[in-house]
């Protein structure tokens, strides 16, 4: 028997404010993050969590990593030091694309002043693994740590890759989740290049009249421990990591493949790593990113892994439709959502969704937050899927 | 480029120190970079400044024999002169 992975502290920064409560309740409450087209993190104030040292070594995404993992270590009880051996403590924080907006400034300096003046702290702060780097170093986190970076699959893939850390006996527990931050002009540029993002300046997942995603930023981590260790500390558990599925479309370089084939394998994987089958799972926390093409094919892979009329039964919504895109985030935030969810016995609807498109025909809980679960132990799913072709999804429950 | 005044150096070497994130009133002439908390990343970025005011590079070498605050402004002061 496998350890047991159990969830002890959640954190996010997100276009509905800094904190996993605010991202949840808002979200209940029918509350949109995005504005003009775009889903900032306005409320986080950098300086309630840096010295203006830190700020400066520091991209915003992986300052936006920092803010929620200080609140999750909060929840989890870790305030003052770690409880563990914190060589026995991971972090794996995914991101999309990591430090652009220090590329792209500084770009501009090497442009304007010459390669003389291009800082020294541009490529600390734009590599990728930035993000678990600055944690690591803030929590003196010394076991395995390391950045996954599969476009928006890449927080759930780091969520993943963190469940097996402790299965395997790697670590007693991680820090995992993801964090992003490229609301650029060059980013924004090149997503709407691809059509990629919505023209219409609203996200509506599944929506006939969707027509492309709001690009975000923010960060969501979790807090993962080893169930017997954060039992004898006396942890207080919020949720458990059930299992993990992942697969690639080895399709296109963005477009999920039409039937949905590699995101049902992954889903397939995720429930055969949690040990349970379609009629377990209460609620589908999906990637609904409100473009015409995921919300199809997700909507396929949903029916070709659980079964038509399972997939029709089980509650269904994208917490894009409030946040919009959080990209390499997306994952880390909506893990968060979706424990909350599971805690609370209340599945936050998809926002805006008022037009069925042929085909598109799963309940996407449009009416408001929906009860979920029947007493006793809530499972859900959360699913990611990235250009490239990653899928990535988690089986999350309740204890 | 006019040499610049002592006074003008050490007001600029004391802005760029003071923008890496010391407190302002710890930085004087023989407070050092370690008791500063500015590190090898840091000095470059104060030597950049200093380039693009003065016109004065301090490279490899000549930024590890600075030690002290004092040291940089000296340094500056001959290489302008």
């Keep these: 028997m496998s350890r047991r992975v159990v969830i002890t502290g959640l954190g996010a920064v997100s276009p509905l404010g800094v904190g996993a409560r605010m991202l949840y309740d808002r979200w209940s409450g029918g509350e949109i993050g995005y504005e003009d087209g775009i889903a900032r993190c306005a409320d986080f104030e950098p300086e309630e969590y840096l010295t203006s040292k830190q700020a400066r070594r520091n991209d915003r995404f992986a300052q936006l990593a920092i803010a929620a993992c200080q609140e999750a270590l909060a929840e989890a009880g870790w305030d003052d030091e770690p409880p563990y051996d914190p060589e026995r403590i991971g972090c794996v924080i995914g991101t999309g694309i990591g430090g652009i907006g220090t590329l792209e400034h500084q770009h501009d300096v090497l442009r304007d002043k010459g ?4 800082s020294p702290l541009a490529v600390p702060l734009m590599m990728a693994n930035a993000g678990t780097a600055a944690l690591a170093m803030r929590y003196g986190l010394r076991g395995p740590t390391q950045t996954t970076v599969s476009a ?10 963190a469940l097996r850390m402790i299965r395997a006996g790697d ?3 991680v820090v995992a989740g993801g964090a992003e931050s490229a609301l650029t002009p060059l980013a924004m540029s090149a997503f709407a290049a691809m059509d990629a993002t919505s023209t219409s300046g609203v996200s509506r997942p599944f929506d006939a009249r969707r027509d492309g995603f709001i690009m975000g930023e923010g960060a969501g981590i979790l807090v993962l421990e080893d169930a017997e260790a ?3 500390r006396g942890a207080t558990i919020l949720g458990e990591v059930l299992g993990y599925g992942a697969s690639a479309d080895a399709h296109h370089i963005t477009a999920p493949e039409p039937a949905g084939r590699g995101a049902a394998k992954a889903i397939e994987r995720a429930l055969a790593d949690a040990d349970v089958g379609a009629d377990d799972i209460d609620y589908v926390n999906a990637h609904g990113t409100s473009t015409p093409l ?6 396929e892979a949903l029916k070709a892994a659980l079964g038509e009329e399972r997939a029709k039964a089980i509650p269904t919504s994208s917490t894009k439709s409030a946040i919009g895109h959080l990209l390499g985030a997306a994952g880390g935030v909506e893990a968060v959502a979706t424990v909350l969810a599971l805690k609370e016995g209340k599945a936050p609807p998809t926002l805006g969704y008022e037009e069925p498109d042929e085909g598109l025909d799963l309940d996407y809980i449009p009416d408001g937050p ?3 679960g029947n007493g006793g132990r809530v499972i859900a799913l959360s ?3 990235g250009f490239g072709g990653h899928n990535g999804v988690l089986c999350l429950a309740t204890v | 480029m006019a040499a610049p005044t002592q006074e003008a150096v050490e007001e600029k070497v004391i802005d760029a120190i003071a923008n890496l994130g010391p407190d302002r009133s710890e930085i004087t002439r023989d407070a050092s970079f370690e008791s500063l908390d ?3 990343l840091d000095l470059v970025e104060m030597t950049q400044v200093v380039d693009e005011e003065f016109g004065v590079q301090i490279k490899g070498e000549d930024a590890q024999q600075l030690k002290t605050v004092g040291d940089a402004i000296d340094f500056i002061m001959a290489r302008a002169e």
């Excluded at chain 1, 390669?115 to 291009?118: D, E």
């Excluded at chain 1, 995921?294 to 909507?299: F, P």
Aim: glycine share 12%; hydrophobic share 35%; aromatic share 2%.
């Design chain 1, 152 to 161: 928006c699959a890449a927080g759930t893939d780091g969520i993943g890759a």
């Design chain 1, 370 to 372: 929906r009860a979920i």
């Design chain 1, 115 to 118: 390669p003389g003046q291009v």
């Design chain 1, 383 to 385: 699913n990611s899927f």
């Design chain 1, 171 to 173: 670590a007693d527990a």
């Design chain 2, 38 to 40: 500015v590190d090898s």
């Design chain 1, 294 to 299: 995921n919300d199809s094919s997700e909507t």
């Design chain 1, 230 to 232: 954060a039992e004898a």
